[in-house]
């Protein structure tokens, strides 16, 4: 089993920077990636980004593309969610997941965290 924790999500107004983490824990070796994902309300749960664990090759979905940085302090198994010039379009709630094979199913989920952008 994976434990994740997310933290860093707040209000913050548009235009502003936010950085999201989450922490791993348990079996991280069985770990092939880790992703982030948000949920708006009223919406479906969408993906935002990933990162392979070991390989630290990044993906993003095209609305956070050139605005959202994802990364992985590899000392402390923790993957960050830098995100910059954020709008009201990215208020959500945020959360981690990690998944044990390249396939696109995520095994494991966070219990997320809110992020508020006021314009």
């Known amino acids: 089993q994976v434990q994740l924790v997310e933290s860093g999500g707040g209000l913050v107004q548009a235009g502003g920077s936010l950085r999201l983490s989450c922490a791993a824990s348990g079996r991280t070796s069985s770990i092939y990636a880790m992703g982030w994902f948000r949920q708006a309300p009223g919406k479906e749960r969408e993906f935002v980004a990933s990162i392979t664990w070991t390989q630290l090759s990044p993906g993003y979905a095209d609305s956070g593309k050139g605005r959202f940085t994802i990364s992985r302090d590899n000392s402390k198994n923790v993957v960050y969610l830098q995100m910059n010039r954020l709008n009201a379009e990215d208020t959500a709630v945020y959360y981690c997941?990690?998944?044990?094979?390249?396939?696109?199913?995520?095994?494991?989920w966070g219990q997320g965290t809110q992020v508020t952008v006021s314009s």
């Open positions: 997941a990690a998944k044990r094979t390249h396939l696109v199913r995520y095994d494991y």
